[in-house]
């Protein structure tokens, strides 16, 4: 989810200052994305260059409250309509680690796995004890980022489960003479013989 559109989404409810955004904003992805104060004065400089969000005039309490626009309720009506792309999330670094670690010398691939794994399961353990001990009907947004959470969770156990059998089946290719010149020079000098 982008900063900009969290931000958009939670000025729909209702004019906010910049600190109130951010309880806000944690509080809707139940703090799984803490967002830095500065992220969200930052984001709110470029949401009022590009017309999307208008500050309004200091209440008494010094603060600076902020209202969506009505190009700000357009972008973010489209955002709303418009499917998120597997492009348009960030690389996966577990996958980018497992492959490297492949091709890295010395590297005990499945001991990653291992600890990926480990690692995986405790956090779906949170998740799923989290899920469980919130039962308001307030608490279905948390809810529901927490289910995506575990589905994640979920699939990364599966798929850490086929990385390991995948490395159980692979055998790596026989050395050959070109990879080590010593091996060319003995084959060399038996033929010779």
Same mark, same amino acid.
């Given at each position: $989810?982008?900063?900009?559109?969290?931000? &958009?989404? *939670?000025?729909?409810? =209702?004019? $906010?200052?910049?600190?109130? &955004?951010? @309880?806000?904003?944690?509080?809707?992805?139940?703090? !799984?994305?803490?967002?830095?104060?500065?992220?969200?004065? /930052? /984001?709110?400089?470029? &949401?009022?260059?590009?017309?999307?969000?208008? #500050?309004? #005039?200091?209440?008494?309490?010094?603060?600076?409250?902020?209202?969506?626009?009505?190009? =700000?309720?357009?972008?973010?009506?489209?955002?709303?309509?418009?499917?998120?792309?597997?492009?348009?999330?960030?690389?996966?670094?577990?996958?980018?680690?497992?492959?490297?670690? *492949? /091709? /890295?010398?010395?590297?005990?691939?499945?001991?990653?796995?291992?600890?990926? %794994?480990?690692?995986? $399961?405790?956090?779906?353990?949170?998740? !799923?004890?989290?899920?469980? @001990?919130?039962?308001?009907?307030?608490?279905?947004?948390?809810? &529901?980022? *927490?289910?995506? $959470?575990?589905?994640?969770?979920?699939?990364?156990?599966?798929?850490?489960?086929?990385?390991?059998?995948?490395?159980? %089946?692979?055998?790596?290719?026989?050395?050959?003479?070109?990879?080590?010149?010593?091996?060319?020079?003995?084959?060399?000098?038996?033929?010779?013989?």
């Amino acid at each position: $989810m982008s900063i900009r559109h969290g931000l &958009l989404a *939670l000025l729909e409810r =209702g004019q $906010m200052y910049g600190y109130q &955004l951010r @309880a806000a904003f944690e509080e809707s992805t139940g703090s !799984t994305w803490p967002l830095n104060i500065g992220q969200v004065y /930052t /984001t709110l400089a470029r &949401l009022e260059r590009d017309g999307l969000v208008r #500050p309004l #005039p200091e209440n008494e309490g010094g603060q600076r409250p902020y209202e969506i626009t009505d190009s =700000g309720r357009a972008d973010l009506a489209l955002w709303f309509a418009t499917p998120i792309s597997r492009a348009d999330r960030p690389r996966d670094e577990l996958s980018i680690k497992l492959a490297l670690a *492949l /091709t /890295t010398p010395g590297v005990d691939v499945r001991a990653v796995v291992q600890t990926q %794994r480990s690692a995986t $399961m405790r956090a779906l353990q949170e998740f !799923t004890r989290l899920k469980y @001990a919130s039962d308001k009907p307030e608490d279905l947004p948390w809810r &529901l980022v *927490l289910d995506a $959470m575990i589905f994640q969770a979920e699939a990364e156990v599966r798929w850490l489960d086929h990385c390991e059998t995948s490395l159980v %089946r692979h055998r790596p290719a026989p050395a050959r003479p070109a990879d080590h010149p010593e091996a060319v020079d003995r084959a060399g000098d038996e033929a010779r013989r």
